[in-house]
Structure formats: structure tokens, C-alpha cells
């Protein structure tokens, strides 16, 4: 069962960065691992139409990630990046880069932060810091796009609008 | 679609001088000298402003006799709360999907 923990994204208007937050009803170690461990990973990320690949995946300061998500026509978006660094059970700072993009070079720095809280419960705080405003916007909506074309007709239906205009 | 040759609201709302003009007429429509009265940069640059507000469709301009008024059309602002709150509903899929795990995983370790 899913808890009632709410998402909460924040991304101000003419920010370089957006949070996503969340909490868990479950310790920090395990909720770090489901970050790290690619048997646990492969369960939870992505959209829930997609399948989820792992190319590769190196979990360490250092280390190589790739991981590619499959849509039910078999369209492949892929992304990858760097680990920075790997402070278990509290930190994860990553670079970002989505494959999908018209051209390489937008990449995205990550940080995930694990907090304690009582009760065994652990609250994740994600900062994305983009290379400008126009990247933070466009890889919003271009992840949108891939992600929940499905279930979302209004977002096609607004961007024709927007080529419209 | 180039990230550098977007003509959206995101790209309009990503300057600070247009955002205050837009917070400066959204309730009150102003022609082009009353809007650059209130700045320091010079007239011409808040002219282009206003040409990219307008042709993001955040702004509208209307003739009155002589005088042409920039108005606010703030309906595609929605857009923006909307493409976040779209992309939050995106992690929060995720993020349930990760609660069921966490609980898979809290199961298991109590049976060890």
C-alpha cells in the first residue's frame, strides 16, 4: 500500500533549480539503498507505463550510470551520468543528463539528501541545479512529455499550441 | 524544439524585468511609456520585453484612440503551475511505487 505522503515540488519561476521532496515510512538506510541498489531501483523508477532498463551501474564516488526506460511502443529514452559522491546512508550527488534532448551538453547536478526522522521515517530532498532557466523549464516538459503522454492528452494538445503561437 | 529558440510562457517568465511588468499590469493596463517609467533600463529594451511578452501571449495590446495599452492575459501562467504540478504527479507514481517496496523490504527484515 502506498502511504499518504504528498510530493512537493518546488521550482520558482525564473530559478536555475527545482526540490522535489518526500517522505517514507521506512528507516533511512533502507530508503537510501532503494536509491542505490539496482535490484531496488529497477522496481520503482520510472513512469508506471514504461520498463526499465539498466545499462550500467556503478555504485561509488566515480562510477558510470546508465539507465534507459521503454515505453510500450519500445521507444528507448535513455539517461545517464556520474556519481560525485556516495555519503551512505545521507547523501547522493550525481550528474544528470537526459538522452532525449536535441543536443548533449544540458546536464543536470543532483543531490539527494536522506534526513532522519522519528518513528523511523526518512524524508528525501532532491535539488536539481540546471545549466540555465531555459534548461530547468524545457527538460520539465520534455520529461513530461515522454512520461505521461499517455495518461495526459491536455500537455500534447498544450504544446501544438505552443508551435501554434 | 531547441531549448535556445523557445517562445513560451516558461522562457517570458524566466527574466525579472518582465516578470514585473507583468506583475505591474496584471490588474491594471498601461501603455509603453507608463510601463518604462517604472524601470531603469531604457525604453527600447522594454519594448523587446513587451514584444517577447507579447508574443508569448502574456500580454495583449490594445489601441485606445491614440494610446496602445499593454494588458495582461494571465490564463497561460496556469500552464506553468500546471506543467509542475503535472510533473510532480509524475514522482509522487514513482514515489507510491517506492512506498510498496519500502514496505516489501520492512516485511522481509522483521521475518529475518
Known amino acids: 500500500m502506498a502511504s499518504n505522503n504528498q510530493t512537493e515540488i ?18 533511512r538506510e533502507l530508503v537510501f539503498r532503494a536509491f542505490t541498489d539496482a535490484d531496488m531501483l529497477v522496481k520503482w523508477l520510472g513512469p508506471c507505463n514504461m520498463k526499465m532498463r539498466i545499462d550500467k551501474h556503478e555504485a561509488r564516488a566515480g562510477g558510470y550510470y546508465r539507465y534507459v526506460h521503454i515505453d510500450p511502443q519500445g521507444n528507448e529514452y535513455g539517461f545517464h551520468g556520474v556519481s560525485h559522491e556516495m555519503l551512505v546512508p545521507e547523501r547522493l550527488i550525481r550528474t544528470f543528463e537526459f538522452e532525449g534532448l536535441p543536443e548533449t551538453g544540458h546536464v543536470v547536478l543532483e543531490t539527494a539528501r536522506f534526513e532522519s526522522l522519528p518513528n523511523d521515517r526518512t524524508r528525501v530532498t532532491i535539488q536539481s541545479v540546471f545549466q540555465s532557466v531555459a534548461d530547468r523549464d524545457g527538460m520539465v516538459q520534455s520529461g513530461m512529455e515522454y512520461g505521461v503522454k499517455e495518461s495526459h492528452q491536455m500537455l500534447d494538445d498544450f504544446l501544438a499550441q505552443q508551435l501554434v503561437n | 524544439m531547441a531549448l535556445q529558440s523557445r517562445r513560451d510562457v516558461f522562457q517570458a517568465i524566466a527574466d525579472p524585468t518582465r ?10 493596463p498601461l501603455n509603453l511609456n507608463s510601463i518604462a517609467e517604472n524601470f531603469d533600463v531604457s525604453r527600447p529594451a522594454i519594448s523587446q520585453h513587451i514584444k517577447i511578452l507579447t508574443e508569448c501571449g502574456l500580454i495583449v495590446i490594445k489601441k485606445q484612440g491614440r494610446e496602445r495599452y499593454c494588458e495582461a492575459s494571465l490564463q497561460q501562467l496556469g500552464e506553468v503551475s500546471n506543467w509542475i504540478e503535472q510533473y510532480r504527479k509524475l514522482w509522487q507514481t514513482q514515489f507510491n511505487a517506492l512506498d510498496d517496496l519500502l514496505e516489501e523490504y520492512k516485511a522481509k527484515e522483521k521475518k529475518k
Open chain 1, 10 to 27: 518546488v521550482a520558482e519561476p525564473g530559478k536555475q533549480e527545482l526540490f522535489i521532496k518526500r517522505e517514507f515510512e521506512a528507516p
Open chain 2, 19 to 28: 516578470r514585473e511588468i507583468i506583475n505591474l499590469i496584471a490588474f491594471n
